[in-house]
């Protein structure tokens, strides 16, 4: 049997052997665990704890929060070497620093932040006082 026959049929490529979706739900996280990725700096966990309290993230919303601030991190780990450095060295890692900062504003940006009751948060300026 060609490649392309097995394919069709679901089969891995070896014979009498299926690929089970069982497995693959139970790999996959509950919507319940809000624990954040240990690889994130304190800041971030904190920054990642307060948001699930606050709002109602779906799955995919959660790994794009992880990877925004990801991006935060990284923003603020070339801050601190750049605080190190002197002459071109210096503005190549602020340079590097803006722009991950905003890459993460830009992929925050696909967060819909909706509050417990499903009524996404209205979009507005913050009150002046």
């Known amino acids: 049997m060609s490649k392309a026959a097995a394919n069709r049929e679901g089969r891995t490529g070896t014979p009498g052997i299926r690929p ?6 139970e790999t996959r996280p ?3 665990a ?34 925004k601030l990801e991006w935060q ?11 190190e450095l002197v002459g071109r060295e210096r503005l190549a890692r602020i340079r590097a620093s803006v722009d991950c900062a905003t890459t993460a504003a ?11 009751d499903g009524a996404p948060r209205r979009i507005r300026r913050p009150r002046v006082v």
Do not use: C, Q, W
Request: zero cysteines; charged letters at 25%; glycine letters at 4%.
């Open 30 to 32: 509950t919507l319940t």
């Open 106 to 116: 830009r992929i925050g940006k696909g967060l819909k932040y909706t509050t417990a």
């Open 73 to 83: 991190d990284r923003s603020d780990m070339l801050a601190a070497e750049a605080e």
């Open 34 to 67: 809000t624990r954040p990725p240990s690889h994130l700096s304190a800041r971030s966990r904190a920054e990642f704890l307060a948001l699930n309290r606050a709002y109602v993230f779906s799955l995919d919303e959660r790994l794009t929060l992880v990877r």
């Open 20 to 25: 089970s979706l069982a497995s693959v739900s």
